[in-house]
């Protein structure tokens, strides 16, 4: 239990420095420094007033200097962070690959706010990324879907090639056919990095459930504010939800779709 206990303050930590990064990355800021601050006033926060979700919660979504209001955005990051890190202890245990998929969903999520607000995935995190992903599926991680064995090298690389090519001829298909960008360089190189980690088992399924969310929410999104507004929908954010959720049920819903069919 004490794991756990842990594993939240870990991850509602890790998530505070995610808010960061969500907000400086994309402008060119350094995340290091300056020390966290009010967008608004422009005043450091004291810390004891950066202290996830309770500072939030105690400070009633207000800056303490400027009464300017908090995005909800930061104790909701923050949560889910430690969420995501409560469950892949659950699945995974306390060792090398609760780290190491730890830091995949924590990118996943920063690579997610970054591109609603902006509709762009920073190449500083999916580059470095790449390399990271096929180390540690060499070295360190099971197979999502044969939790049993490893990953190993073959399955890491496969799985980065795969999802490179895929979404490649995918984007010059959509650009041939509809004489737009129909998929960017970011969705590109995010899902080579998802192959790294998860293999190419897991670049289908991340494929199949970031198309079905996104068709599905694209539709309702449309039929709330129309055609224009639906079609401004980013992809990547549906990609990170089927990353995770192929990272930690991939081997379930595959037994559950055996045995439907």
């Known amino acids: ?69 908090i995005p909800y955005r930061y104790p909701v990051v923050e949560a889910l962070n430690a969420v995501f890190y409560l469950i892949l202890l659950w699945r995974f245990g306390p060792d090398w690959p609760f780290l190491v998929y730890a830091l995949f969903c924590s990118a996943l999520i920063v690579i997610t706010f970054i591109d609603l607000d902006f509709q762009i995935i920073p190449d500083r995190i999916t580059l470095p990324g790449i390399p990271l992903g096929i180390l540690a599926g060499s070295l360190l991680l099971p197979d999502p879907f044969l939790r049993a064995t490893a990953l190993g090298w073959k399955s890491s690389v496969i799985g980065a090639v795969s999802g490179f090519l895929f979404f490649y001829f995918v984007a010059a298909a959509g650009e041939k056919i509809f004489r737009k960008e129909a998929m960017g360089g970011g969705d590109i190189k995010m899902m080579t990095m998802v192959g790294g980690f998860l293999g190419w088992k897991g670049v289908i399924l991340t494929t199949f459930i970031g198309s079905l969310l996104g068709s599905v929410i694209g539709v309702v999104m449309m039929g709330l504010r129309g055609r224009e507004h639906g079609s401004l929908i980013p992809f990547g954010p549906f990609l990170a939800a089927g990353a995770v959720a192929s990272l930690i049920f991939g081997q379930e819903i595959v037994a559950w779709y055996l045995f439907r069919v």
């Open 1 to 69: 239990m004490l794991l756990y206990v842990f594993a939240f303050i870990f991850g509602s930590l890790i998530g505070s420095f995610l808010n960061v990064c969500i907000y400086r990355i994309p402008r060119q800021v350094s995340i290091v420094w300056p020390s966290s601050r009010c967008p608004s006033c422009g005043q450091p926060i004291r810390a004891w007033d950066n202290i996830p979700i309770l500072s939030y919660l105690m400070l009633g979504g207000r800056c303490r200097n400027c009464r300017a209001n």
